[in-house]
Structures are given as structure tokens and as C-alpha cells.
């Protein structure tokens, strides 16, 4: 099993800067996707930003230039560097793993994080 734990998220200003983590917790599982998607109130769940186990990455239109993900092999985390912030950014951010388990490696689980509120004011 993978539990998700995320850290970083709170109230900045329009124009600051937050940077999410999330740490990918348990044992015999590799690792193929990692991901972070947003959810603002009335709003369905989107795609952020993605990055894959051979670190190729791909952003949301809405983030292009101003977000970077990047990931840690060695310690299962994935982080979001979030750049010129804006009040449409406001939404609770969700750790996304795609992940094979070595006991059966044919088969792919996806994982959730528990959310982080990331909150934009102007």
C-alpha cells in the first residue's frame, strides 16, 4: 500500500510563491507517474502538472511558464513550484501516484492524496 502526504500549501498574495510537496510512503512499489491536480469550489478536478518515471513532464495551459514540477527518485517525492500566483489558482491540491506493486507488477494502483488548500488572495 502507498499512502500520499503532502505538505506545502496556505495563503499567499497574488504574484508570490508556494512550493508543494508530496511524499510517497510504503515499501515494494515502483513508481511510474507522479502528479498534482486542483479542485477550486464548484469546479471539477484538473490535471496541473505531470511528470513521468523518465522525468518527461506536461502542464495545464493555465500554469504554462509559471509552475514547475520536478520529482526526487531517491526520497519518492514530488514537488510543485508554484510561481506568480494568482487568485484563479485558489483551489485544494491533490498528490497523484501511478504506481506498480512488486508483488504484482502487471497491474497499476493509483493513489490520492489527502489535499492541500492553496489559497491566492489579490
Known amino acids: 500500500q502507498v499512502q500520499l502526504v503532502e505538505s506545502g500549501g496556505g495563503l499567499v498574495q497574488a504574484g508570490g510563491s508556494l512550493r508543494l510537496s508530496c511524499v510517497a510512503l510504503?515499501?515494494?512499489?515502483?513508481?511510474?507517474?507522479m502528479a498534482w491536480y486542483r479542485q477550486a469550489p464548484g469546479k471539477q478536478r484538473e490535471l496541473v502538472a505531470h511528470i513521468t518515471s523518465g522525468d518527461s513532464t506536461s502542464y495545464a495551459d493555465s500554469v504554462k511558464g509559471r509552475f514547475t514540477i520536478s520529482r526526487d527518485k531517491t526520497k519518492n517525492t514530488v514537488y510543485l513550484q508554484m510561481n506568480s500566483l494568482k487568485p484563479e489558482d485558489t483551489a485544494v491540491y491533490y498528490c497523484y501516484v501511478n504506481a506498480r506493486r512488486d508483488s504484482d507488477p502487471r497491474v497499476a494502483y493509483a493513489y490520492w492524496g489527502q489535499g492541500t488548500q492553496v489559497s491566492v488572495s489579490s
Open positions: 510504503g515499501s515494494s512499489f515502483s513508481i511510474n507517474v
